[in-house]
């Protein structure tokens, strides 16, 4: 399995066609799912299948896994590194799938078909209908991937908008037990100082949020991915915007309170320098036309407005 999820595609194969690999891709999967289904119900009662049947279904089940990771080595990088890891992860969770399901039916008597099996049965099912949902092009998989990192950034931002509402106490939704002595004690709150941090740290992550919602509009309004550059800027574009929401959390975790305020520094500095990579790489490619370079200067400033202030209220820190 590692030998098939970190080799390398099969380049030079001309001439690629998409729509031809989506078909074989969608005919591989569909045949392995056939397969996980004979198999399954081969071994889900007594008598026991033949030494010659078993053989013959062991072979089919390779044979399938086999056409799927053939199909997969197909996709050249050139059509996108974005596409080409979705289309890997999927077609990973088939193989994986196909494994448990082995195993599964391995481990178990022949007495009748256990949960653990019809669950692992329906696994590769489900993997195998992946297919159908899968973005079809570099446009469509980085679409998706902005839409996933907006999601997570949307749901960091909002537990912290829920932190600071519920007043001087953070936790008091986790700890409500006076006996405790943790709610007297002091680290559970924001000092005023910190509270003055907190509102700029709450301006980068809503830029941020601001910045991933831009970029997935213009994807989609202006993205193509007819060319092997613009393929390759909005691979560019994905992977930058992938840094954002591991760099919203760490910031995010950092403002809780007893709040080391060099730490949210630091955190603020290195979100705010993959924002304005993200905002930089957007102009400079083919989904920015001149309408659309307003809100990334303005974004650029608002970025550049709340480092400032942090700067400027951790000033003692240094």
């Given amino acids: 399995l590692s030998a098939f999820t970190e080799g390398e595609p099969g380049e ?24 996980a ?8 009662r007594p008598p026991l299948t033949s030494a010659e049947d078993s053989r ?4 089919d089940v390779q044979n399938a896994i086999l056409a799927v990771a053939t199909v997969y080595y197909w996709l050249p990088k050139s059509q996108g590194t974005t596409l080409r890891k979705m289309v890997r992860d999927a077609t990973t969770e088939v193989v994986e799938g196909m494994i448990q399901l082995t195993e599964t039916i391995l481990s178990a008597p022949l007495e009748s078909l ?4 019809l669950i ?9 209908e992946q297919v159908s949902s899968l973005p079809r092009d570099n446009q469509a998989a980085v679409a998706s991937a902005l839409a996933a990192c907006l999601g997570v950034v949307k749901d960091a931002l909002e537990e912290m908008e829920h932190a600071l509402v519920e007043g001087q106490d953070p936790y008091s939704d986790i700890v409500e037990d006076e006996e405790l002595g943790f709610r007297g004690n002091r680290d559970t709150y924001w000092s005023e100082a910190d509270r003055k941090l907190l509102s700029s740290c709450m301006g980068l992550m809503k830029a941020s949020k601001a910045c991933l919602k831009k970029a997935l509009g213009v994807v989609k309004a202006y993205g193509k991915a007819d060319s092997p550059e613009q393929i390759a800027q909005l691979d560019d574009l994905a992977d930058i915007a992938n840094e954002i929401s591991p760099s919203v959390d760490e910031l995010a975790l950092s403002m809780y309170p007893p709040m080391n305020q060099l730490a949210v520094r630091l955190n603020a500095a290195k979100l705010a320098s993959v924002l304005k990579k993200v905002l930089e790489i957007t102009k400079t490619s083919h989904v920015c036309p001149p309408s659309e370079e307003g809100w990334v200067q303005f974004l650029t400033g608002a970025v550049d407005h709340n480092m400032n202030k942090i700067k400027n209220l951790t000033q003692g820190q240094l």
């Fill in 12 to 35: 030079g194969r001309e001439p690629f066609e998409l729509p031809r690999f989506w078909d074989a891709l969608g005919q591989t999967f569909k045949v392995t799912s056939q397969e």
């Fill in 37 to 44: 289904t004979k198999l399954s119900l081969a071994f889900s």
């Fill in 56 to 59: 013959k279904l062991c072979e």
């Fill in 114 to 117: 256990s949960q653990e099996q």
């Fill in 120 to 128: 692992s049965t329906g696994g590769v099912w489900e993997a195998c």
